[in-house]
């Protein structure tokens, strides 16, 4: 299990939830085609949670979230923000009973798996979806796979990251129980992101 990108967020906490206060339209858009296929007052777990911002959002529009993420200091923030429901979770193993959520919110957190880890985080989130339920997931378009520099602090703190082709990632979708519904790009300065909208499929 990776404990450096969960230890860099720790020390860097207060400074990546300021340079990230804000949810641009792209994640406005994402977040309200999400909620659109959402029952009202449907539970959703935000995982990788970060301060809290997206699952503020969710929570304002009726969401009945539970946040988690692996950086005790990022929950910390969520909390101090106002959020009661936050857990220390992994992805990878989501101490959490079996089709029990209306959506899964996944946002800038699968990224930080390695691509041979990511289809059992999927497996996952499939798990504690209810039949049909919603996931969301955004990635960063690209190829490359390994540790990078935070650029924004003096110190020499790593993060994980990987990140996929549009292909790819709905090849792994489908893969692992889910049906894509919708997808599309967003590209600002720095990176391009890739978005799915996707629905957990049924048992057979």
């Not at 990108?5 to 792209?26: N, V």
């Not at 390695?114 to 985080?121: H, I």
Request: negative net charge.
């Amino acid at each position: 299990m990776d404990t450096v990108t969960p230890s860099t967020y720790d020390r860097i906490a207060d400074k990546f939830a300021a340079r990230t206060a804000e949810m641009g339209p792209d994640l406005l858009h994402a977040a309200e085609a999400f909620l659109g296929r959402l029952r009202p007052g449907g539970r959703v777990l935000d995982i990788g949670c970060g301060a809290g911002r997206d699952s503020l959002c969710l929570k304002s529009h009726g969401a009945a979230v539970i946040g988690a993420d692996l950086s005790t200091a990022m929950l910390q923030l969520a909390q101090s923000k106002g959020l009661r429901d936050l857990s220390q979770m992994n992805m990878l193993h989501l101490g959490l009973r079996a089709r029990f959520f209306d959506g899964v919110w996944c946002n800038a957190a699968l990224l930080h798996l390695p691509k041979e880890m990511a289809p059992r985080a999927l497996v996952e989130f499939q798990r504690v979806l209810v039949p049909g339920g919603i996931f969301f997931v955004a990635v960063q378009e690209g190829t490359s796979e390994g540790y990078e520099p935070v650029s924004y602090v003096d110190e020499p703190l790593q993060r994980f990251f990987s990140r996929y082709q549009g292909e790819e990632l709905e090849a792994m979708l489908k893969q692992n129980g889910f049906d894509v519904v919708e997808h599309w790009t967003h590209a600002p300065l720095a990176r391009t992101w890739l978005y799915f909208l996707a629905t957990a499929r049924p048992e057979p």
